[in-house]
């Protein structure tokens, strides 16, 4: 009885975690710098990261990063 106990406990733990892992926060970082033709930094571009959770939008600083 005990290891049937057993059994049905980790089967509702792994049921109930699935849910939770997939809206765990999202992690990640982003590098890059918007440039021109020269090399020169453009700032105030509009850069958005499309993907299954929605939008990402950000926007260069004065380095173009």
């Known amino acids: 009885m005990k290891r049937v106990l057993t059994l049905l406990g980790c089967t509702l733990l792994l049921l109930f975690a699935a849910p ?3 809206d765990s926060p999202e ?3 982003v590098l890059g ?3 021109d033709a020269n ?3 453009m700032p105030g571009v ?3 990261i499309t993907g299954d959770r ?3 939008v950000a926007i260069t ?3 173009g990063g």
């Open 46 to 48: 509009t850069v958005t």
């Open 27 to 29: 992690t990640g970082v």
């Open 33 to 35: 710098r918007a440039v």
């Open 61 to 63: 600083g004065a380095e």
């Open 39 to 41: 090399g020169d930094p």
């Open 54 to 56: 929605g939008d990402k």
């Open 20 to 22: 939770v892992a997939a």
